[in-house]
């Protein structure tokens, strides 16, 4: 049987949510991380402009425009110039600090007198550069210090190294990446957060764009959504695929707000980065998760209707094959005899056939004997040639003397027909798919991930096609539950599981070749055993077997059915009751007088099984013997707990040898004529 040691998808889903968690937890640390530091900037003790080079402020602190200039917003200051905010002047000055890192490039100190909004302060202003990359300062940043009080000073000083330190110590140590990038997407400052994240040195990435770094199929998204934010007033929001230094892809959440002067036009833009990799792996599994849960409850539901679909032909080869075993009884060597027994060939094909529906649907217990392998393979070529169609070349290469397995030769049959038909999906333009026999003596056990094989002798069972072939990648999760290679809706990932399963269950091995470009080779390792073939029993024409005068009560909803099993047992002397259904059997062997020797019962009936209906009867008719039968499989809900008790069962379609013969032995020995 196949291994069950696999983690559950439970515990899957409790791994997923104890990830989720964690990544929660981060989140809320960058949140608080972030409001710090708007706190800071927003609530220092001094005042902050930012100078385009027209001297036109572009941004301000809440702080300045509170305390320089009570009754005016920091939003209101947008756009005036440095000596309408500083010194209350329609005109330039000659001496504004603001300008003067524009022409020597360097910080400018100077202390001056604020005058505007009818109010004179005594303030230090810090005129700093900012430089693009070519060495040209574009902007000012003017730090405004109140001198008016000399503790307010100091305060506003220690304010200031306290924010500078905060600020850089987010940037440096936070846990997201961050960075600041030129509307061309050139990088101007990166955290090491963002360095261990795409594993550059900061050195390496001073030197490169955002697009160097993106995957090269979300190039073109990255590049447009960043016109987009350009264009408009909104910040830059989106998932996408980074390449990291070492060649492996990584998905990150990028969002990036551009800084832009009192014109409007944007000068760089504060980028974040979330490293989403993990989630993203979890999301993937997630939807795989719930796809492979809705792909096999269809195939739960596809094994039901086959279930279902096969149990109705039961019903129907029953009626079928029961007549032509009497008519073949009656007949003497005549053209319609010949006729008949074509008739009862394509019956027994048919019962074939709703065996393969049975083990499908999973409702078909194995049947383990002793087979010749060369035989199932042969019995299988004109099938095989159906299967795989005329654009491929099949081979069958057999063994001359090959061993003897242990096995169900349906299940069997099930393994080659899904190595056949993955075989051909792998040859879509044509090929060549050959199927061999051989013996194999081992003198070292073959380890492998599917398992471990001792050494001995085995027959084996190969497969091999011209096909596209597998890498080591796909080869190691080939009997993975669910997994496949193929294109949605063309393939389960329950195929080659069912396969290892069944060879496992056979107390085999398979082994697996392949290499891209050039096929694959599925080889079966089947132990040798030394006992003859079994070969399964044919019927021939009905023959004669012990009567009886008992009293037998058939139950059977499905009137032909019904009546062939009475046909067939008042031929052999017995005295046959007829019930429809469970209600109608419990009237009955209330009503009749004389006793009832045995039931033969269908399980499967409405409103009351056959289970149920032997249970009720037991009090009543203690000593009559029940024989169940039923289409549905060994292994389906109903059938099963019967077969647990060891009670008698009747497999549909049965013939008439069958039924006479396991009714006589519930009865005992034949009654007296």
Known sequence: MADRSETSPQQKLEDYERRFRLMDEQMRVLEQERQKLSAVVNHTDAGFLVFDAALGVSWANNIFANRFCPGTSAAALLGAKCHQVLCGRALPCDTCPAARPFRSGIVAHQEMRLSIHDQSRHIYATAMPIKSLAGRVEQTILMVQDLTDLNVLRQSKQALETSEARFRAIFEQARLGMATATPEGQYLQVNPALCRFLGYERDELMKMTVFDVTHTEDRARTRLAMDESLAGSRPLEMEKRYLRKDGTTAWGYLTAAWLRDSAGRPEFAVVLVQDIDERRRVQESLRLSEEQLQQAQKM?????LAGGVAHDFNNLLTVINGRCRLLLGALEKTPLREEIEVISQAGEQAVSLTRQLLAF??????EPRVVDLNTVVSDMDSMLKRLIGEDLDLEIRLKTEPGNVRADPGQLEQVIMNLAVNARDAMPSGGRLAIE??????DRPIESPVG???PGRYVTLSIRDSGTGMDEGVRSHLFEPFFTTKEKGKGTGLGLPTVLSIVKQASGHIAVESEPGKGSCFTIYLPWVEDAVQVEPQEGPARVHARGTETILVVEDETTVRELAR?????????????????????????HDGPIHLMLTDVVMPHMNGH???????????????????????????????????ASFLRKP????????????????????
Not at 612 to 620: F, I, S
């Open 361 to 366: 649907s999973r409702r078909q217990a194995a």
């Open 452 to 454: 471990h094989l001792d």
């Open 654 to 673: 049965f013939t008439p040898d069958a039924l006479a013969e396991m009714v006589r032995a519930l009865l005992g020995a034949p009654s007296p004529n």
């Open 612 to 646: 149920e209906l032997a249970e009720t009867l037991a009090p009543l008719r203690p000593g009559m013997k029940i024989l169940y039968m039923s289409g549905y499989g060994e292994d389906s809900g109903v059938v099963r707990p019967i077969l647990l008790s060891k």
């Open 300 to 304: 739960e539901a596809i094994g039901r």
């Open 437 to 442: 026999t051989a013996n194999a003596e081992l």
């Open 567 to 591: 046909e067939l047992l008042e031929l052999n002397g017995y005295t046959v009751l007829e019930a429809t259904h469970g209600q109608e059997a419990l009237r009955i062997c209330r009503t």
